[in-house]
């Protein structure tokens, strides 16, 4: 029989409600129930995609004997940490305080008035690599309880008075952060840096978008070549490894070994978004296709594989799937290959295809711990096109159409297997940062596909996550729920920043404009920066948490602070520039103290060591030098310049949002204009000039 659980729409509460253990969501009901039966409460968070939680539910709740321990002595309640990211990192760092570390599933028992006195991550059925098993230690808990209550009442009391005083930011007199903070910062970078494989550090790897995004600004600040080199080094590794589907595009979680080959499978939305922006921005500043060609492919993936039909993002595939001919789950099932499978597929290609990719008779994994790739081959780039063509006798132009056709095969052979299961729910925060990867790849590679399939994504958060207006988190199956967080504020002002640039529509500018106000409003903590919850929590939060630290996603302060600083820039308004100083500051000695914590702040600092920075191109759409100019501006790395182009069919729409903007009304010739807060220079005409322009100025 189904659980409380078969109600929800979280596709992870979903899959727990066929389980044994009378699971309920996380609310008031549950916690009543708590308080009546002066039960604890074991909360077990997770996300669908988690191969982990997996393991956990085949293990233990799956399981009558131990969900009988569950129903008896405590009440048990699943959390989706992607529905509830605050309520989620509330008890991380109580896990993190008790245990040393986190993960997920992240377990922990709670007192009935929410107050967290054990935990942990995974646990297995019995005493296993230094763990307890799971059925003994509920046991032990629940004799705890019985016989020492009120210690555990106590030493919780303790633990959540210790986490909320860490949780309050301390006032700073700080100044801004300067460029010597900026270089320490990549002097750190530089010292763990991969100089064979890329990336930073040892197994496992993770791409962490946020890191290229500090260091391609670094490098633009200062001209230190080695940031540049590091991180182009770094995308080419990820690009030519397993960590990168080479049949179907996207980019899998992280890496399990050091070399980017063998992958942990499961792909996120918020990964492939950000990790779409860093190639982009390469292949500005490189102008090398193969940086074009994996923004391409990990964009087209996300429109193909993860697109609701009205124009919202799922958030992820799982990393499991059934084998041929299998019953039960397998890690990467989907994505691997035996040699056998690929000569039958592609015949006399064969031999070609796996030379380029690494395919051995025997399997190709350089990391398998637990024994499942024995005899499985991971796709990846082990020989270069070059060389293949030299051993095979053949033209490059050959071996690439070859290897095209081939990858073709193996796609459509691949789509009919057991396909990976797809979260569907869609996360505010998330579509945000997949609006920004869209409308900057609309831009810049001027394809009219990822532009509209931007302004869709937004269109469909406007229709569907603001239920008479208060922004929402997620949707799913045709439910919004959940107000937002700090994060989908940031994320999606983002993405309509950038979508506004691109498309020079004024709603876009306005909406943000908007949800600035809203999120400073409900979101705001001294002495500055960005609670993840709102003002308005209820009790189900025990305390609100400043996120400070940039990780597989950044936090919303430093989002908002570089939100802030665009917004200056287009507006003029000094109350957002106060609010980018002002988080600076009081984040400056956190930066200080451990400045590779938050790169995306270090980005925004960098930014505002050149504020206010305009470029304008004006003229007639269509006409050669506007489009020889405006090709120019799109493909230049500017990160540090306000980038608009005003042409004759929207100059009198975007006047009315930005009036700035109106003496530069095209003219029968078009004109470039270099500023400082909207205080330009004489007209520049032709791209010649206009290039070794932007190059003295240093934008």
Not at 277 to 287: D, H, P, R, S
Request: charge should be negative; hydrophobic fraction near 40%.
């Amino acid at each position: 029989m189904p659980n409380r659980l078969a109600s929800e729409k979280s596709p992870y509460l979903l899959q727990h409600a066929g389980n044994p253990v009378d699971w309920r969501p996380w609310g008031e009901e549950a916690f009543a129930a708590a308080r009546s039966g002066n039960k604890p409460i074991f909360l077990s968070i997770g996300y669908s995609t988690c191969h982990w939680c997996h393991v956990m539910e085949r293990e233990s709740f799956e399981d009558p004997a131990t969900a009988k321990i569950l129903n008896d002595h405590f009440v048990p309640v699943k959390l989706d940490r992607e529905e509830r990211p605050d309520v989620d990192r509330v008890y991380m760092s109580a896990v993190q305080a008790m245990a040393g570390q986190g993960g997920w599933p992240l377990s922990v028992f709670l007192t009935p008035e929410l107050k967290p006195f054990f935990g942990g991550t995974y646990f297995p059925p019995e005493p296993r690599w230094g763990m307890p098993g799971f059925p003994d230690l509920l046991k032990r808990i629940a004799a705890l309880w019985r016989t020492n209550e009120n210690d555990l009442r106590k030493d919780a009391s303790r633990l959540t008075e210790a986490l909320r005083s860490s949780a309050v930011p301390e006032a700073t007199e700080d100044d801004l952060p300067r460029l010597p903070l900026l270089r320490a910062a990549f002097e750190s970078y530089a010292s763990s840096f991969d100089p064979e494989d890329g990336g930073f550090g040892g197994a496992p790897k993770f791409p962490l978008p946020v890191n290229q995004h500090f260091l391609f600004r670094f490098w633009s600040l200062t001209g230190e070549r080695k940031a540049l080199d590091m991180t182009l080094l770094s995308l080419d590794r990820m690009a030519a490894g397993g960590v990168f589907d080479h049949l179907g595009g996207g980019f899998h979680r992280y890496s399990t070994d050091g070399r980017w080959r063998v992958p942990h499978f499961e792909k996120m939305l918020y990964d492939n978004a950000q990790l779409a922006l860093n190639f982009l921005e390469a292949f500005q500043i490189t102008n090398d296709p193969r940086f074009e060609k994996t923004a391409r492919a990990v964009l087209d993936y996300l429109l193909r594989d993860m697109r609701h039909a009205e124009g919202g993002f799922f958030c992820a595939e799982d990393a499991d799937s059934l084998s041929t001919g299998g019953n039960e789950k397998e890690e990467g099932a989907f994505y691997l290959w035996t040699q056998e499978e690929i000569r039958k597929l592609l015949g006399q290609d064969a031999e070609l295809f796996c030379a380029r990719y690494g395919v051995a008779a025997d399997g190709n994994a350089v990391s398998d711990p637990h024994g499942e790739l024995r005899g499985k081959n991971v796709l990846y780039e082990a020989a270069a096109l070059d060389e293949l063509g030299s051993r095979f006798k053949l033209e490059p132009e050959a071996v690439s159409a070859r290897l095209e056709t081939a990858k073709a095969k193996l796609l459509a052979a691949r789509n009919s297997r057991a396909r990976p299961s797809r979260d569907e729910k869609i996360v505010t925060a998330w579509n945000g940062l997949a609006v920004s990867a869209l409308s900057q790849a609309g831009r810049i590679l001027e394809d009219q596909r990822y532009l509209a399939a931007a302004a869709a994504a937004a269109n469909f958060i406007r229709g569907k996550l603001c239920p008479r207006g208060a922004l929402h988190r997620r949707w799913a199956g045709g439910e919004c729920a959940v107000l937002a967080t700090s994060d989908d504020y940031a994320f999606l002002i983002q993405g309509l920043l950038d979508l506004f640039i691109a498309s020079g529509d004024g709603r876009w500018l306005a909406w943000a404009e908007q949800l600035f106000e809203e999120q400073k409003r409900d979101f705001w903590a001294e002495p500055g920066g960005f609670y993840m919850t709102a003002r308005h929590a209820g009790p189900e939060i025990l305390f609100r948490v400043l996120e400070d630290a940039d990780n597989v996603e950044p936090c919303a302060s430093s989002v908002s602070v570089l939100n802030a600083l665009r917004l200056h820039e287009l507006t003029g308004r000094p109350e957002f520039l106060t609010t980018a100083d002002t988080v600076l500051r009081a984040f400056s000695a956190r930066l200080r103290a451990q400045p590779l914590a938050l790169p995306v702040m270090l980005s925004a600092a960098a930014r505002r060591l050149k504020p206010g920075r305009q470029v304008i191109l004006s003229g007639k759409e269509g006409s050669p030098e506007f489009n020889a100019m405006s090709r120019l501006l799109r493909r230049s790395f500017l990160p540090f310049s306000l980038v608009l182009e005003i042409n004759d069919s929207y100059a009198a729409k975007l006047s009315a949002v930005l009036p700035q903007t109106k003496p530069y009304a095209p003219q029968e010739r078009p004109s470039a204009y270099l500023c400082d807060n909207f205080a330009c220079e004489a007209p520049i005409h032709g791209a010649p000039e206009l290039e070794r322009r932007l190059a003295q100025g240093g934008r």
